[in-house]
């Protein structure tokens, strides 16, 4: 099987371009606006987009992103509504992959088997569930390969060489390498170090190895670009997408622009780090 | 009747950390290998004598171990019915069971080199705990805590700040123990080289479930003892609260196989179970939080929903995954008792024992005064009092004097 994913990696590949990928939560800060969001990201230049699930408590996320999170469930986000949000997308891009990243408790409520239905006929290509270790593969995640999605696991800097085969065995599309140990929104990584881990990680996989956490500015981005296969910024987005709100929490006539600006600078960064390294 | 029985109620986990569906490892992949090291580092640990040694000294001569179990005269009397005996935990250093379980992981993170200790609570008894026991062996200490329970617990605060460590009030989602949970478990991820997590009850990732049981279950087996130098027999039934559920596992376990044994645990059901509450097993259903599959109060797009208790011990969407399994598999019997019943038992057991108990095992009380009336004379009664209510007299003052008014 071949997903959006695996055909995005192949053709950046051929252009021999590392990949910008974007995360934002869904239904943040309402489904109409987040719907506008998630449009605007691939013309902005985002060549994958992450969409987040809102959870109440989304233990490995720092206040950026819970607060956006806890925006969209007040809002009426659920996640029946999250894979509408998706249908929607599809309607006018079917090429750009999106993947769902979030926590267990929501899709093990909806039923796992249903929501791998749904999801897949929505559109999604691919799921980053932060709270399903290898441990627990068989609760989603070799449903999900099954039923065609790409599931995407998280390696991190205490993710070892023992382990690391253990972690990669059932991952497809990309590796998520988590460049620090820590929440999202946090410090930022430093770029050698994540040039030693993905070289590390590289030695057992051939898949593209994405790093992200910690990364905030178009520099930042190209400094990981150099050295990942891509980079996923969502944080700094989230923040961006909430310094646009009025004092009630609503979105402004700013708060589409605030995201795809700060996307396209973003780009751009990543965009000229392969330039550089020609 | 022919229902599949386990051949031992005990013998759970798994070796992946499950009883039955519950229980598990839901963490992300930066915790795994510390989990798997904590696992390790346990396994070792039961099986070194010295490890049990040192501890046993520490429970007697620290921790004032082993805990009376006494006859509760007048409040059978009272009653009158089934004889009831208190198993006396708030006699313990620290004032409740709490201390029993810390002393068991700080003795682990010194056999694993860690210096750095953090904890979360509600009441503050497990971060007293925590405090008491860090500086006994010289450890940092971080305690986060929900902000509501930052200021009903006032007390226990200043008592944690004393003992040398940190108290972090917790300010995100509702701001009580589940967010302190969720705050503890993000500061672990980032400091995960240097840190050990002492969680407080009977959840969280595997092996936490079971090794918070394990250190707990000296409750059960000195009750076991006990009995039998008092009466010479088992006793036959057993009640104890539950907000994640530690001290009623700690009492229960040791009795799972004797089937003789009726148990109950109470679930601390708020105003009412239709309206605010935190009873997870009444109200609840299975999800997946906080590294474990358990009874979760939850909305219907699995959003977890705030909890309410007066006891803010009790005040916890969730409980331990090997209650979650005991219930589906009908050995135990989950009950909820009410604030007001709780602070009915509060002022009954004070008055008539003279003893002064924390609201979580007030709740207790509050269904033996309806359990026991029911039993026969020589019917033997247990009741975990797991903690003293020095903590809660303020607010229960509050409470009283607002109502005379
Ligand atoms: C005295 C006392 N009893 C009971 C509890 C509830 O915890 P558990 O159910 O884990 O015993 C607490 C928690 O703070 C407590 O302080």
Redo the contacts between chains.
């Keep these: 099987m071949t997903t959006r994913i695996d055909t995005r990696f192949a053709e950046l590949k051929k252009q021999g371009r590392s990949a910008f990928v974007t995360y934002v939560m869904a239904g943040d800060p309402d489904l109409t606006t987040s719907l506008e969001i998630v449009k605007a990201l691939p013309k902005a230049g985002s060549d994958v987009i992450e969409l987040g699930i809102?959870?109440?408590?989304?233990?490995?996320d720092?206040?950026s992103i819970?607060a956006a999170g806890?925006r969209a469930?007040k809002n009426g986000t659920?996640?029946?509504k999250t894979l509408e949000l998706v249908r929607g997308f599809r309607k006018d891009d079917n090429v750009t992959p999106l993947v769902l990243m979030g926590?267990?408790?929501?899709?093990?409520?909806?039923g796992v088997d249903k929501f791998l239905a749904d999801a897949k006929t929505s559109g999604v290509d691919g799921l980053i569930i932060?709270?399903?270790?290898p441990?627990?593969d068989e609760e989603l995640c070799i449903p999900a390969l099954k039923a065609g999605l790409n599931f995407i696991?998280?390696?991190?800097?205490?993710?070892?060489d023992k382990?690391l085969p253990a972690?990669l065995s059932n991952t497809s599309g990309f590796v998520y390498y988590?460049s620090i140990?820590?929440?999202t929104g946090?410090a930022a990584a430093d770029a050698t170090a994540v040039g030693e881990a993905v070289a590390r990680i590289k030695r057992h996989t051939n898949l593209p190895i994405c790093v992200g956490f910690g990364i905030r500015t178009p520099e930042a981005a190209r400094a990981i670009a150099e050295k990942a296969d891509g980079s996923v910024v969502g944080t700094a987005l989230v923040d961006a997408l909430k310094n646009s709100l009025d004092a009630d929490g609503h979105a402004t006539a700013k708060t589409v622009s605030a995201v795809a600006e700060l996307t396209a600078a973003l780009a751009k960064g990543v965009r000229g780090a392969q330039q550089a390294a020609e | 009747m022919n229902i599949a029985k386990p051949n031992s109620y005990r013998s759970g986990p798994d070796e992946r950390g499950h009883f039955g569906i519950f229980g598990g490892r839901f963490v992300a992949e930066t915790l795994m290998p510390l989990i798997l090291d904590l696992e390790k580092a346990y396994t070792e640990a039961k099986a070194d004598p010295a490890f049990q040694a040192e501890m046993d000294g520490y429970l007697k001569n620290y921790v004032g171990r082993p805990s009376p179990l006494y006859f509760a005269e007048r409040l059978t009397e009272h009653l009158g019915g089934a004889k009831i005996y208190l198993k006396r935990e708030e006699l313990n250093h620290t004032g409740s069971h709490k201390v029993n379980n810390v002393l068991g992981q700080i003795m682990l993170a010194r056999r694993m080199g860690k210096k750095r200790i953090i904890a979360e609570t509600g009441a503050g008894q497990h971060g007293v705990a925590t405090a008491t026991l860090c500086a006994r062996f010289g450890l940092e200490c971080i305690v986060y805590m929900g902000a509501v329970d930052v200021e009903r617990q006032q007390q226990n605060v200043i008592r944690m700040e004393m003992l040398g460590a940190t108290v972090m009030p917790v300010q995100s989602g509702t701001r009580t123990l589940k967010d302190a949970m969720n705050e503890a478990l993000r500061d672990w991820v980032t400091n995960v080289h240097n840190t050990f997590y002492c969680i407080g009850t009977v959840a969280g990732p595997h092996p936490y479930p079971t090794l918070v049981r394990d250190f707990q279950s000296i409750i059960g087996n000195e009750t076991k003892a006990q009995m039998q130098e008092i009466e010479g027999r088992l006793p036959d039934s057993l009640v104890a609260c539950i907000g994640g559920g530690s001290n009623a596992m700690g009492l229960f376990h040791p009795f799972l196989d004797d089937s003789t044994v009726e148990i109950f645990g109470v679930e601390a059901a708020g105003h009412g179970l239709t309206q605010l509450h935190a009873a997870s097993i009444a109200g609840g259903r299975p999800g997946v939080l906080h590294g474990n599959r358990t009874y979760l109060l939850m909305d219907a797009d699995g959003q977890i929903q705030d909890a309410h208790s007066i006891s803010a011990g009790l005040d916890y969407p969730g409980i331990g995954p090997e209650h979650s399994w005991l219930h589906e598999i009908g050995r135990v019997n989950y009950l909820s008792a009410t604030d007001d019943e709780a602070l009915a038992a509060f002022q009954l057991l004070s008055k008539l024992e003279g003893i002064i108990p924390a609201l979580e095992p007030a709740h207790a009380i509050a269904k033996v005064m309806e359990l026991a009336p029911k039993r026969p004379k020589d019917h033997l009664m247990v009741v975990n009092l797991s903690g003293r209510g020095d903590k809660d007299v303020p607010q229960v003052g509050d409470i009283l004097k607002g109502k005379s008014k």
């Design positions: 809102p959870f109440t408590d989304p233990m490995a720092g206040p819970q806890l469930l659920t996640l029946k926590y267990y408790n929501p899709i093990y409520i909806y932060v709270d399903l270790p441990e627990e696991r998280l390696a991190t800097p205490t993710t070892d382990r972690v988590v140990a820590g929440i946090a």
